[in-house]
């Protein structure tokens, strides 16, 4: 498996503004999946692309993701209180089973 | 969804005893389960890799002897951190995957055990 690296470290926005957070990479990969954790919490899925797959919306998600750069996205528009989290990415191959995380972005949305 | 629950939640334990956590995936079955270990304001670290019926497969640098896993069944995992020392407090989350129609690595997350070692 490999690690992607996310950046910022961390973002702090108001409530409402728009966050958002990028993930590079290394090698080739199939699909890329962004991960959400809560303080003292464990990981909540967010969101998979594919590779073959340029961008991705769920609710107020946008991820893209653009292969040839190696890296992809993560927005959250509109951004609540509840937001506030960690971020992670995991970039992967097809027949990769295990994942690997970076530090994350920490994003703090102020009232 | 796919729920993933860990018990206990949290734990506090005196240096050299043992503790077991339990992970079990409760609307699925899980094939394969992960142990993480994430120390505080750090990132996930993989730990080992839990396949029911057969041996966990463990990340280099993490003691197979200190950190016992068992897969009994298709919906549990237990990690067992043996003769605990204060440098194994840390949070432990488990991760179930490889449910029929997602993506081979696609994760579902317990809620994590905080343990603290006195």
């Known amino acids: 498996s490999q690690q992607g690296e996310e950046d910022p470290q961390a973002l702090s926005i108001q409530e409402g503004e728009n966050a958002t957070m990028n993930c590079s990479y290394k090698?080739?990969?199939?699909?890329l999946q962004w991960y959400r954790q809560n303080s003292g919490r464990g990981l909540v899925h967010l969101i998979l692309?594919?590779?073959?797959?340029r961008e991705k919306h769920s609710g107020r998600l946008r991820v893209t993701l653009d292969t040839s750069k190696k890296s992809s996205s993560l927005l959250i528009t509109a951004s609540r209180a509840a937001d506030t989290a960690s971020y992670f990415c995991a970039p992967a191959r097809s027949n990769d089973y295990k994942l690997s995380f970076g530090a994350g972005t920490t994003v703090t949305v102020r009232a | 969804g796919a729920v993933v629950s860990q018990h206990p939640s949290w734990v506090i334990c005196k240096s050299g005893t043992s503790v077991k956590i339990e992970c079990r995936s409760l609307d699925f079955q899980a094939t394969t389960m992960f142990w993480y270990r994430q120390f505080p304001k750090q990132s996930l670290m993989l730990m080992a890799t839990s396949n029911e019926g057969s041996k966990a497969t463990y990340e280099q640098g993490v003691e197979k002897d200190k950190f016992l896993i068992n897969h009994a069944s298709l919906t549990l995992s237990t990690l067992t951190v043996t003769s605990a020392h204060p440098e194994d407090s840390s949070f432990y989350i488990c991760?179930?995957?490889?449910?029929?129609?997602?993506?081979?690595?696609?994760?579902?997350f317990g809620p994590g055990t905080r343990l603290t070692v006195l």
């Open positions: 090698t080739s990969i199939n699909n």
């Open positions: 692309i594919r590779s073959n797959e």
């Open positions: 991760s179930a995957g490889s449910t029929p129609g997602l993506a081979v690595n696609e994760q579902f």
